[in-house]
C-alpha cells in the first residue's frame, strides 16, 4: 500500500429526493485531521450546506466532475449510479449498489466495475469478524416507514378510497417529522372516536424494527397497540391471520431463503380484513423471496404508495415500497450512518489488509465471477 494519503471523493447523489449524504461535515473533519484528502462535490439534493463542508477543509469540485477524477481517488457515494449509465468505472467505489441478490439488471450493473477494472466495496456488506454490518440506516428507516405508515392510516380515515396519500419530502429534522404526523394522527382520531390504530412489526429486536416502534410510541399510539414480533413469533411459518387483523403492518426483515409468505392475497381477501396500511420497509421488490408478495413496484416520495390489487373483499389497502426511506429525515440519519461508519473509513490506507475491506472486496471478486 503507498503511504500517500487516501483521496475520498464525496460524490453528489442523483437518486430523486434523495437528500442523505455518505460523509458528513462531522465525519469529514475527522477524516481530514486524520491525514486523508477530501473533495466534496457540489450537490442540488444534500441536506448539508456545501459551506458546512468547505468549513472543515474539503475541497469543494463541480457536481458530477468524479467521472473524469484521477484514478487514485475513491469514489465514494450511497446510492446507486443512473441506470442509464454505462461507461466502465475505473476508480474504486464505496456505495450501495444492489447486485449481490439477483436484483433485476445486476449483472448490468456489476459488469461496469470489471469493464473498467474498477472495484466496488458495497456499503451493505461491510461487515465486522461476527458477520454484523459496521453501519446501516436501518434504525431510520424503520423509523421513517412507521411515519408513513401512520399518515397513510390517517389520511385513509379522512378521505375517500378515490385518493391515495400524497408526497411527502424531506423533513429538516425529527421533531418538525413527528409534530406534522401528530397534527394528522389528531385529525383521524377526531374523525374515528379517538381509536388509535393497532400496528404490527415484523423484526422488532433489529435496528429498524426498534426505530418503527419508537417512531409509534414517539406520535401517541399506546404500547398496547404495537405488536412486537421477531423470529419467535414467526417461525410457525405464515400466512398470519394477525397482520390481517392489525391495521398497520411493517415489515422489517429481509429474506434471503424462501419461506411461506406473511401474508397473500387469499388471506387479505375477506370483509372483516383490518389492515390497511403495509410498509415494507425492506422494498426489495424483485426479491423472489420477498415474504409479502401483493405489489410488484417500488415506491417513491412523489407517490409514497401503491393499492394492492386483486382484491374484491374489505376496506383498500396500501403498500408503501420506497427504498430510501431514511431519506426523509437526511441529516439524523446521515449523521447516525456517517459516524458509526468512520472507524472503518479510518482503516482505509490498509485495505488491502483491514478485514472489513478485505472482506468486501473478496465479495466483489467472488461476485464478478459469476458474470
Same mark, same amino acid.
Given at each position: 500500500?503507498?503511504?500517500?494519503?487516501?483521496?475520498?471523493?464525496?460524490?453528489?447523489?442523483? *437518486?430523486?429526493?434523495?437528500?442523505?449524504?455518505?460523509?458528513?461535515?462531522?465525519?469529514?473533519?475527522?477524516?481530514?485531521?486524520?491525514?486523508?484528502?477530501?473533495?466534496?462535490?457540489?450537490?442540488?439534493?444534500?441536506?448539508?450546506?456545501?459551506?458546512?463542508?468547505?468549513?472543515?477543509?474539503?475541497?469543494?469540485?463541480?457536481?458530477?466532475?468524479?467521472?473524469?477524477?484521477?484514478?487514485?481517488?475513491?469514489?465514494?457515494?450511497?446510492?446507486?449510479?443512473?441506470?442509464?449509465?454505462?461507461?466502465?468505472?475505473?476508480?474504486?467505489?464505496?456505495?450501495?449498489?444492489?447486485?449481490?441478490?439477483?436484483?433485476?439488471?445486476?449483472?448490468?450493473?456489476?459488469?461496469?466495475?470489471?469493464?473498467?477494472?474498477?472495484?466496488?466495496?458495497?456499503?451493505?456488506?461491510?461487515?465486522?469478524?461476527?458477520?454484523?454490518?459496521?453501519?446501516?440506516?436501518?434504525?431510520?428507516?424503520?423509523?421513517?416507514?412507521?411515519?408513513?405508515?401512520?399518515?397513510?392510516?390517517?389520511?385513509?380515515?379522512?378521505?375517500?378510497? %378515490?385518493?391515495?396519500?400524497?408526497?411527502?419530502?424531506?423533513?429538516?429534522?425529527?421533531?418538525?417529522?413527528?409534530?406534522?404526523?401528530?397534527?394528522?394522527?389528531?385529525?383521524?382520531?377526531?374523525?374515528?372516536?379517538?381509536?388509535?390504530?393497532?400496528?404490527?412489526?415484523?423484526?422488532?429486536?433489529?435496528?429498524?424494527?426498534?426505530?418503527?416502534?419508537?417512531?409509534?410510541?414517539?406520535?401517541?399510539?399506546?404500547?398496547?397497540?404495537?405488536?412486537?414480533?421477531?423470529?419467535?413469533?414467526?417461525?410457525?411459518?405464515?400466512?398470519?391471520?394477525?397482520?390481517?387483523?392489525?391495521?398497520?403492518?411493517?415489515?422489517?426483515?429481509?429474506?434471503?431463503?424462501?419461506?411461506?409468505?406473511?401474508?397473500?392475497?387469499?388471506?387479505?381477501?375477506?370483509?372483516?380484513?383490518?389492515?390497511?396500511?403495509?410498509?415494507?420497509?425492506?422494498?426489495?421488490?424483485?426479491?423472489?423471496?420477498?415474504?409479502?408478495?401483493?405489489?410488484?413496484?417500488?415506491?417513491?416520495?412523489?407517490?409514497?404508495?401503491?393499492?394492492?390489487?386483486?382484491?374484491?373483499?374489505?376496506?383498500?389497502?396500501?403498500?408503501?415500497?420506497?427504498?430510501?426511506?431514511?431519506?426523509?429525515?437526511?441529516?439524523?440519519?446521515?449523521?447516525?450512518?456517517?459516524?458509526?461508519?468512520?472507524? %472503518?473509513?479510518?482503516?482505509?490506507?490498509?485495505?488491502?489488509?483491514?478485514?472489513?475491506?478485505?472482506?468486501?472486496?473478496?465479495?466483489?471478486? *467472488?461476485?464478478?465471477?459469476?458474470?
Amino acid at each position: 500500500m503507498s503511504t500517500n494519503p487516501v483521496i475520498l471523493h464525496l460524490r453528489a447523489e442523483t *437518486k430523486p429526493l434523495e437528500a442523505r449524504a455518505a460523509l458528513t461535515p462531522t465525519t469529514t473533519k475527522q477524516l481530514i485531521d486524520a491525514g486523508f484528502k477530501v473533495y466534496v462535490e457540489k450537490s442540488s439534493q444534500s441536506t448539508f450546506n456545501i459551506d458546512e463542508y468547505e468549513k472543515v477543509g474539503a475541497e469543494i469540485v463541480p457536481e458530477g466532475s468524479w467521472v473524469d477524477a484521477p484514478k487514485e481517488r475513491i469514489i465514494f457515494g450511497l446510492k446507486e449510479l443512473p441506470e442509464t449509465d454505462t461507461f466502465p468505472l475505473i476508480h474504486e467505489h464505496i456505495q450501495f449498489a444492489h447486485c449481490y441478490k439477483n436484483q433485476n439488471g445486476w449483472e448490468k450493473v456489476l459488469k461496469r466495475f470489471p469493464d473498467g477494472k474498477g472495484t466496488l466495496y458495497d456499503l451493505e456488506f461491510l461487515e465486522n469478524e461476527q458477520g454484523r454490518r459496521v453501519a446501516a440506516f436501518g434504525f431510520y428507516a424503520g423509523f421513517a416507514g412507521a411515519a408513513i405508515g401512520v399518515l397513510d392510516w390517517s389520511f385513509k380515515q379522512l378521505n375517500d378510497d %378515490s385518493k391515495n396519500l400524497p408526497g411527502v419530502t424531506p423533513y429538516p429534522n425529527e421533531n418538525e417529522l413527528i409534530d406534522y404526523v401528530k397534527s394528522q394522527l389528531s385529525k383521524a382520531l377526531e374523525k374515528n372516536g379517538g381509536k388509535y390504530p393497532t400496528t404490527l412489526v415484523i423484526g422488532a429486536l433489529g435496528r429498524c424494527g426498534s426505530g418503527a416502534i419508537s417512531f409509534f410510541k414517539k406520535v401517541g399510539i399506546p404500547d398496547s397497540n404495537i405488536a412486537k414480533w421477531d423470529i419467535q413469533e414467526t417461525s410457525k411459518g405464515g400466512p398470519f391471520k394477525e397482520i390481517v387483523d392489525t391495521n398497520i403492518f411493517i415489515n422489517c426483515i429481509y429474506l434471503s431463503a424462501k419461506i411461506p409468505p406473511f401474508i397473500n392475497l387469499e388471506t387479505l381477501n375477506v370483509d372483516d380484513r383490518k389492515l390497511t396500511t403495509i410498509v415494507d420497509v425492506s422494498a426489495d421488490t424483485t426479491n423472489p423471496n420477498n415474504p409479502i408478495p401483493v405489489y410488484d413496484i417500488a415506491t417513491t416520495f412523489d407517490s409514497p404508495t401503491v393499492e394492492v390489487s386483486g382484491l374484491t373483499k374489505g376496506p383498500k389497502l396500501s403498500v408503501c415500497s420506497i427504498d430510501h426511506l431514511p431519506s426523509l429525515l437526511p441529516r439524523e440519519a446521515s449523521e447516525s450512518f456517517s459516524k458509526d461508519l468512520i472507524p %472503518s473509513l479510518l482503516q482505509l490506507p490498509e485495505r488491502d489488509t483491514a478485514s472489513v475491506w478485505v472482506r468486501a472486496k473478496q465479495l466483489f471478486e *467472488k461476485n464478478v465471477e459469476r458474470l
